[in-house]
Nanobody
Framework: QVQLVESGGGLVQAGGSLRLSCAAS????????MGWFRQAPGKEREFVAA????????DVADSVKGRFTISRDNAKNTVYLQINSLKPEDTAVYYC????????????????WGQGTQVTVSS
């Protein structure tokens, strides 16, 4: 089992920045690919970004490329999502996901999910 706890969300003005964190516990964190997803009210959950267990491979959704950066610190069992130039349409609950297979994370079929952290962007 892997437990994931997101933090760092909040209310921010458009143009601002946030860094979301996802702390993992349980099985060896460094064996897992990690990802971020988001779900806005009334919309389906969508892929945001993923990172391989080593951190050498990343994938970022085209819709947020250039503004969102995913990174990880295996010594701290934590994955991060840096969000810059926030827009009102970034308002959503952001979820962290983990799986041993990178492509499974990207596909949204990860074995483990966090409870989410709310990001609200005011215009």
């Amino acid at each position: 089992q892997v437990q994931l706890v997101e933090s760092g969300g909040g209310l921010v003005q458009a143009g601002g920045s946030l860094r979301l964190s996802c702390a993992a516990s349980g099985r060896t964190f460094s064996r897992y690919a990690m990802g971020w997803f988001r779900q806005a009210p009334g919309k389906e959950r969508e892929f945001v970004a993923a990172i391989s267990w080593s951190g050498t491979r990343t994938d970022v959704a085209d819709s947020v490329k250039g503004r969102f950066t995913i990174s990880r610190d295996n010594a701290k069992n934590t994955v991060y999502l840096q969000i810059n130039s926030l827009k009102p349409e970034d308002t959503a609950v952001y979820y962290c996901a983990a799986d041993t297979v990178f492509n499974t994370v990207v596909a949204g079929s990860a074995d483990y999910w966090g409870q989410g952290t709310q990001v609200t962007v005011s215009s």
